[in-house]
């Protein structure tokens, strides 16, 4: 094969490369807009459930589970690639973290994600994550099951959970959802009316606020996902269309050669052709 057909099949592939990685930076944008709302939406609710808990402790008080053990540390990665460095930056935070007695269980989301922690010891179950903001809701789904299970393996009594995940400055950050320590609540003079007994309401407070704060950071995550991802197709495209650039001009030189050549045959021809005559 000559020089100029590879070339030409090297610009044509480089081409649809191109085109593939544009649709996938598209989609990309698509899901960051989309995901924008959601979040929203899940940081108002979010808010109104810890207020409503900090008014409800604030009349009937719970005893304190803060150094509640064992722990589950809920690790949140991504699920498909093309997106940088963003699951090494959450094993960056996780080896950073101080080490203790006993070390706490850790639950995966995100396949990328399980697979560098497949030899990992201390991981108890890995999930896929979402891939769309469509898929959330089954994820979250299945992620309320797994935490149920490890909770009743780890203690009958529950376990503390903290969650380690991307945030809305897309860096990955440690926060703690249980036990539940809402904000301080504003005083009032009257407790809040109940329609069942406190610990059964703060049981199925507690059930509410979990859904809306793993709600968020999965959709947080999956946001910070695609904003990496959208900045790395950016860059490739960059060196893609330098690349491709670099080609077409290097194509329309050999081309231009070739034509050259050509004449300079055609020329030849003719000169010989007069010189016979």
């Known amino acids: 094969m000559s020089g100029q ?22 989609l990309s944008l698509v899901e960051t807009r989309k995901l924008a709302r959601f979040i929203g939406h899940q940081r108002r609710m979010l808010a109104n459930i810890e ?32 997106c940088g ?11 950073a973290l101080p080490g203790g007695q006993p070390a706490p269980a850790l639950l995966v989301v995100g396949s990328r994600l ?3 922690l497949e030899a990992h010891p201390g991981v108890i179950a890995r999930l896929d994550g979402p891939t769309v903001t469509e898929d959330v809701p089954t994820v979250l789904n299945r992620l309320m099951d797994a935490l149920h299970t490890a909770s009743q ?17 897309d ?21 809040p009316g109940l329609q069942l007994a406190p610990p059964e309401f703060f049981a199925e407070l507690l059930d509410q606020y979990l859904l809306a704060a793993l709600y968020g950071f999965l959709y947080e995550s999956l946001s910070a996902e ?11 495209l960059d060196r893609l ?37």
Do not use: Y
């Open 241 to 277: 269309d330098e690349t491709i650039a670099r080609l077409a001009l290097k194509r329309n030189a050999l081309r231009q050669e070739k034509i050259v050549e050509e004449i300079e045959v055609i020329l030849s021809s003719q000169m010989a052709f007069a010189k016979e005559k």
């Open 114 to 116: 399980g697979a560098k």
């Open 5 to 26: 057909a590879e070339l030409a099949q090297r610009f044509a592939r480089l081409k649809e490369i191109s085109g593939i990685m544009t649709a996938m930076k598209s």
């Open 171 to 191: 860096e990955p950050t440690l926060k703690r959802l249980l036990p539940l320590a809402p904000p301080p609540a504003p005083h009032f003079a009257h407790p």
């Open 226 to 236: 695609n904003r990496q991802r959208l900045a790395h197709m950016e860059q490739a």
């Open 85 to 95: 460095n963003f699951n090494e930056r959450v094993l960056a935070v996780l080896d």
């Open 153 to 169: 393996q780890l203690s009958g009594n529950g376990a503390a959970l903290f969650s380690l995940a991307h945030d809305s400055e």
């Open 51 to 82: 207020a409503a808990a900090a008014d409800f402790l604030s009349f009937f008080p719970v005893a304190s589970a803060a150094e509640m053990q064992p722990a589950i540390l809920l690790l949140i990665g991504s699920e498909r690639g093309f």
